[in-house]
């Protein structure tokens, strides 16, 4: 049984980069307490008929088994009105919803390639790691335009998970996006002879990048991705993805959102 | 008749003939905004609505449209998915059982690509007809496909040729679902009546187009897409109540942006014996049962005793006292 | 050429060529939503306005509609005022001095009762070619008025002939509003163009309905009224963009709920050469001011030097890479 | 000139009945320090395109020459969005738009008939008769369906304005309409030879009840109108307004919303 559910506010604290972080508080025991890394919730405020749809934000953290939170930017109206909750406000959620990536795996090394919102199913993957006790099975790169754009790095820290960051201009970490440490560590991989994948999400010209280096080179792949999605559960048909397969097109919410990137049919 | 009573507790009789089909209530879910139904098992309890219309179904399955499909504009969205389905086969045998199983009225909405495989398709869609389907609806009005399409939808003397074939291919009434993007809706409705429909499905979306001006692209890969939601109500509400006046004697499925019991009511008043809805189960998968449960709220507090009473039940608004131009210049 | 150039701080050129008609931006403001202008002097230096359209003018003055004429409707409004107006001889006298002297671009909207009326209201407002009309948009599509009407602007024949006739009957362009109405947008607008229309607007508002369930009774007396504002964006886009796909030679004012510089942009990508904005000014009476302030921004954004480089720039989405069904079955 | 102006909500008042005083703060000087009783504004908030015109209030109090209040009761979504506002809160405001009461005038007797949020005009008119030395000169009779739709009425006791208060359920005051009281008050000044007029604002049929009266006994009354409107200042021609004279229809926002009671074309 899907559920779609009423939560509230608990808060909304505001990061740098113009990047906020929403925790929603469902108030009962709900089905976000299992949510996979990857996997997503449909969100609407009270927000009249202008804003028909709910918008799909990855879970970022599972806070226990009724509150979760999601990470966001103002992008257009929606985001900007949930910029501007307030701990009380409320939604009604539905999710989690779609696959989330391939659980953590110890025999490789899972390189976990985040840009901009594309980081909170990392994030979740990265602390996911840690619980289990599989840090050092993963590493983080993490890439933005300058360093306001990198948020909540200090807990992949705390959680002992080795991490890249990069900006494009060179404000913090390495100067440039993530493909370029991407490259030098899969390079390193392959002189190591060492087992790598690579877990992305992010913007689709950095997913592009990211799948055209994996593919170049044989690595496995595993691609979040965004489409525009009306439902989030598979009825509207709007969200589809260009696959190769037995049929041409896979539903970014049923079947993905994340995607081995062979499969996704991209220039 | 089902597993829910058509009178509850609200003490209004939702029952509903509609034409030769019984409805347990006036709610069903909109083509293409429902899939199977299968979906929506999870979220509400399908047996509580009046029935349900399927994704359209043609002949041979179908894949859709190139991405983006979907684009939401002011208080509504366009869509161009490109009528992906299963195809008749597939439906027949694998989706069919589910929604047989469910005991309301189940709608096989379907087109063809072209003249003939309009009628094939009747013909072995009306097949299920022991298996639980209870209506053909015909969608003639594919802003989606390329081929044909166009003049079914929009030329009556077509329109009819169409129905009157599809009617004689099978036992199952036919129910044709109408474009808004016509100029006379009234002259359309009529040739599908006379050609035999069981009644009309009004409206399906309205052609439209968004752009992306840093793109300077279109929204949607095809350029043009179906205009759906809130926006287009008062345009569905229009026709829906202008083909009611001329041909009272036609049963009309009423839809477009239906949200709430008070929404579901107009189009009743207007002149719909029935109401499905589309967009709104998007952002709210049981938001049909919702409507129902409003709408029988609304009858009972208005002081409808069943819900047939309240078709067509629109008065026109008192003539003001007569204007004495005494002192016109 | 006005007491703005077209050239500003911006550095882009909004001045336009719509077909003979000049105009230094491409900012109008819509037939209705603008009464004679009078009103909104108080609020906006009108001389920066590119040009406005008068509320339609008819031979006789004419009373409107009994009320209730106007119903809000999600993102929209449906209105029924009966095209009410002083008639030509006390807008030639009374109105036109106020705006002749604004130095802007004028067109005076205007309708009859019939055939003759028409010509007779184009060859009268003609006369004012000289006191600063620089066009006449004649209304085609009056869905609030009784008597004719519904043809001219729905059969290409009629509107043909009806076009010819007016513009055989004065000096000044005519361009012609076309309703939405209609099922095929391209084929009436070919008919006016070949008539001789200096261009077309689109697009009217669209016939709709709302019903108040508590009284039983239609929200407007007329039960009818025609839809405005950003809910038909989508429709009046695609419009716009089928026409100027079809018939790129002829100059399109585009509007339906434009709000702001961003949704003129979207009808000058598909084809506008101008837009009017109406809806808008009632919550905002400066509202042209802000979205053509906005344009400007928007345009210099995007790299365009001039306006009318934007006026159909529109680029088709690339295709996919192509699909091959290895796996198929 | 016009102005339409930004304002922000100073104080958000809950009281009884479900209606609310709102207050509003220009920030600077503007036109509605010299709004006449009977004027409104156009208010609208920034609410999407969902609710697309402004809406129409009566000035309640114009409290100097920035501030100004409204009363209100929730009646659809944006009244719904303006009782849930708080200080801070923005909206845009036009006005003050329209004609108002005739002046006072104390050689008459001003009998002020309100019911429900037709109020504030009145409230306005009472206000102003008692700052000029002219409460005497007014009488106010308010009615509503039970006592918490009566509101603000300490503030007539305050300025020492007579008031009738009516109820239907007879909770507080004369039980029954305002037409009760009034009738009494025509008949008291028919008998004394005292001339009164009626000012009076509410709900349609209290309106239409009044001019009967007021009709059939030959008083002056003047009744401030509600109409559908979309503009506010004169272009939209929706607010038509039935009446006697040259033109069939007067215009609710630029002719009234105050009218003579025999010029309406009312059954
Ligand atoms: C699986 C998935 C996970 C996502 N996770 C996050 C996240 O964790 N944090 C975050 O900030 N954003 C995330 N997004 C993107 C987020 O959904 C959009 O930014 C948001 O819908 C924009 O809404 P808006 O009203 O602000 O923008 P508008 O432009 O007003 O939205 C208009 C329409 O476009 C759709 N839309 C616009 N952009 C996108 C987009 N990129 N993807 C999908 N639909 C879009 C909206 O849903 C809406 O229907 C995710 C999207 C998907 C599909
Ligand atoms: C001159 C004037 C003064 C007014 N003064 C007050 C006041 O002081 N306090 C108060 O509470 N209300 C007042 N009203 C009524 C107030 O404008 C409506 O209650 C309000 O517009 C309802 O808006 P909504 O969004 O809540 O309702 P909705 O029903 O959602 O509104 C839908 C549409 O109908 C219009 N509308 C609905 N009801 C009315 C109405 N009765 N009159 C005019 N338009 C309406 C709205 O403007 C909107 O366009 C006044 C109206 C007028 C014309
Ligand atoms: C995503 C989407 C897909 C649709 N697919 C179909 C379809 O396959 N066949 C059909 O007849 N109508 C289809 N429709 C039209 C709806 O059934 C309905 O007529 C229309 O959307 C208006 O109702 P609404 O405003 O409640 O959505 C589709 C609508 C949407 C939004
Ligand atoms: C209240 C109102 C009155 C109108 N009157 C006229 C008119 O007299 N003549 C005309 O050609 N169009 C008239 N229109 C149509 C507008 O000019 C315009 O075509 C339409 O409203 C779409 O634009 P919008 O969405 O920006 O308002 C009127 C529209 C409104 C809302
Ligand atoms: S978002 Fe509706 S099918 Fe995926
Ligand atoms: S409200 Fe627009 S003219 Fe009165």
Redesign the interface.
Known sequence: ????FPVQVSANEALTGGYFRLTLDAGTPVATAHTRPGQFV?L?GA????????RAFSVLEVLDDRRFSVLAKVFG?GTGLMKAMEPGDSM?C?GPLGNGFPVVDTSVTSLLVAGGVGLPPLHLYAREAAREGAAPAVEMIYGGRTRDDLVLTDELDAWQVAQTLTTEDGSRGVEGRVTVPLLDRLERASANGETVRILSCGPTPMLRAVRALALDRGVEAHLCLE?????G??????????V??????AYCCTDGPVFPAQEV??? | MGVTSSLDASGVDVGIDFGPIRLKNPLLTASGCFAYGQQFAGFMDLRELGGLSTKGISPAPRFGNPLPRIYETASGMLNSIGLENVGTQVFLEEKLPFLDALDISVWVNFFGTDFESYVECARTLGEGKDRGVSALEMNISCPNIKKGGIEFGTVPEVAHRLTKACVEATDVPIVVKLTPNVGDIVAMAQAVHEAGAAGISLINTITGMAIDVRKRRPRLATTYGGLSGPAIKPVALRMVHQVHAALPELPICGMGGIYSGEDALEFLMAGASCVQVGTANFAEPPAALRVLAELKTLLAELGFARAEDAVGSLESIPAEPPYKAEGAQ
Chains 1, 4 share one sequence.
């Open positions: 049984m899907h559920e779609q449909m609407r927000w009249g008929r202008d804003l028909l749809n709910g109206r009604t539905l489409e525009q999605m009306a439902c559960y598979g009825v509207c048909l709007g969200c589809a993805v260009p190769h397969g037995p049929r041409p097109y049919r991209w220039a």
